[in-house]
């Protein structure tokens, strides 16, 4: 349901996430259980969740943009649906009755939710969230989830007043109808709501850096932030009424830590859980009070091209750089990477290799055996290189473009594991084995926020770079690769990459053969025209005090229903 970026060496990257993507049930493990419970789970105590980079701040579903700040927001939000392991989406808060056209749903909240100021939550919360989005002044990546509304596009270009298919029938019944028809209509709206009375007065260009969002966050979640420290640590307490019952824990503490440092801060009991990192999977199964909780994860490390900058005034992207131009320089580029040997060498082999942006489980994923797999080819990357007019002319061992100019491409990645410099020389070493002259941009690698802040902002410096994608539960690409989606970092896209995208929501996709079918050209497209080196999808884990009860992973989360999460003491 939602999109979101990981840092693809700070994390064990779980979920490549929503531009969203669709999974089907019969490939992956869910609801692993840390550990055995006791017949009755005791009541108190608060626990540490750890987090191996400084957060941003963005305590708003509505403008959070990475897993550090949406790890919080799990604590304390929550949205009007659910969406189950499987990945299906089922009522949650929210019920909801379809027209037999498919484009006007009815939606009935619960009512007596409450935030956690005490106001009870209704439709016009929910309003208020899908019109801030909307809003021609909104900043943020989420437009994607309330572009199907009737009347949204004309409220974000200013030219209406209220949003036209957006009806309050009473407090707890709001009425939405589509522009269109979308077979994920529900997959993509926009779930979370925001606090109508809280926000009052705040401009939306103003809402990123208010109190709500970055000092006194509030949500309808089971946990309510009591302490801020920017970047470093949110407490949170038991909100007492929630509406599924107080939590069990009295609280918990969000707390940032170097992640070389995971295996002593669970060793001495300071972080209770945290995603890990590969490279301390080994000496983390020896520590005998921790559970390793492993789980699928719905998300793809990517290499991506930038092709060119986003067009601020008209919303979109503008492919203005010609360097990538040339598809075989960036087919050679896949055949030069050796991206099995890097997994094995410095993710543990923790990872597969995938050659789409669709999850090796999910129902719309082409096989292997109708497309490109870009094995490790060095012959293969010469060959295409050389056919490419790209040529080694003045002796010096590296290439130089078709017109004979010089050829530098610089490369931007994260930090993160203690393997992360390791490992970009080894990519960086494959691609100079063909004769490409490959650097690192700046000389370093990049926090996760500098990084982001440079590949979203399209600095001129960054040319090829390292992310990761998590994705939601459906396999639309919209939201990250359409002409107008901001978060299409390498800003590509094509006459068919649209049509297709298009296609696969449109009402011959309600057959989902079709729709399938419509996915797999999409896939070839990509595939063969590597917009991005899809690298890897990875296995997630998870690593947990035994003394925490009740804690369950999936391919979506490793924080699920955590008001029921409770502590063993040992006797």
């Known amino acids: 349901m939602m999109k979101r970026r990981y840092c693809g060496l700070v994390l064990a990257m779980a979920l ?134 009737s009347g949204a596009e004309a409220y974000h270009k200013g030219k209406a007043k209220e949003i036209s298919g957006i009806k309050v029938i009473d407090p707890y019944t709001l009425r939405i109808t589509m522009n269109s028809v979308r077979v994920n209509a529900l997959d993509n709206l926009w779930p979370y709501p925001m606090n109508k009375r809280v926000y009052s007065g705040i401009a939306v260009k103003d809402m990123p ?54 295996v002593n801060l669970l060793d001495e009991n300071v972080i209770d859980m945290a995603t890990a990192p590969r490279d301390a999977y080994a000496s983390l199964k020896q520590l005998d009070q921790v559970n390793i909780l492993q789980s699928p994860e719905l998300s793809y490390e990517y290499i991506g ?123 960086l070493q494959n691609w100079r084995d063909v004769g490409l002259d490959v650097r690192l941009n700046g000389g370093q690698l990049k926090d996760l926020n500098t990084f982001y802040e440079a590949v979203e902002n399209d600095d001129p410096s960054v040319e090829l770079f390292n992310g990761v994608w998590g994705l939601a539960s459906d396999p639309d690409p919209s939201g990250l690769w359409r002409e107008i989606d901001l978060w299409n970092y390498p800003r590509f896209s094509s006459k068919r990459n649209e049509e297709l995208i298009r296609e696969g929501v449109g009402i011959k996709s309600y057959d989902k053969e079709h729709r399938k079918q419509v996915y797999y050209e999409w896939q070839k497209l990509v595939n063969d025209e590597v917009p991005m080196i899809f690298f890897a999808e990875r296995i997630n884990i998870t690593a947990v005090n035994k003394r925490l009860q009740s804690v369950k992973v999936n391919s979506m989360s490793n924080i699920i229903d955590p008001q029921t999460w409770w502590i063993q003491e040992e006797n």
């Open 16 to 149: 490549m996430l929503s531009a969203c993507s669709g999974i089907g049930s019969e490939r992956l493990s869910y609801g692993v259980l840390s550990n055995k419970e006791a017949e009755v789970p005791a009541a108190g105590g608060t626990v540490t969740y750890g987090y191996s980079s400084p957060f941003q701040g963005l305590f708003e579903p509505a403008f959070y943009e990475g897993e550090d700040d949406y790890q919080v927001l799990e604590f304390i939000t929550e949205a009007m649906f659910r969406v189950k392991d499987d990945l299906t989406t089922v009522p949650g808060i929210a019920s909801w009755q379809e027209s037999d056209d498919h484009t006007v749903f009815t939606f009935r909240i619960r009512p007596g939710v409450r935030w956690h100021n005490g106001d009870e939550l209704t439709v016009e919360d929910w309003k208020f969230a899908l019109e801030t989005i909307a809003n021609p002044e909104y900043t943020g990546s989420r437009y994607y989830s309330v572009e199907m509304i």
């Open 305 to 427: 091209f930038k092709f060119g900058s986003w067009d601020h005034e008209s919303q979109k992207i503008v492919m203005d750089n010609p360097k990538f131009a040339d598809k075989r320089l960036r087919q050679a580029m896949y055949y030069a990477l050796d991206r099995e040997g890097i997994i094995n060498q410095y993710s543990y082999g923790l990872g597969s290799l995938i050659e789409t942006p669709v999850p090796s489980s999910s129902w719309a994923k082409i096989p292997d055996s109708q497309i490109n797999t870009y094995p490790y080819s060095p012959e293969r990357a010469k060959a295409l290189l050389n056919e490419a007019g790209y040529v080694d002319r003045d002796g010096d061992g590296f290439r130089e473009d078709p017109k004979g100019a010089p050829f530098v491409i610089h490369y931007d990645a994260m930090t993160g594991s203690t393997t992360a410099e390791a490992r970009t020389r080894a990519i």
């Open 209 to 262: 850096d208010s109190d709500p969002v970055r000092k006194h966050p509030i949500g309808i979640g089971p946990f309510e932030v009591t302490n801020i420290q920017p970047g470093q640590l949110v407490e949170m307490k038991a909100f007492e009424d929630y509406y599924q019952g107080k939590p069990l824990l009295d609280g918990v503490t969000y707390k940032v830590f170097d992640d070389k440092d995971i």
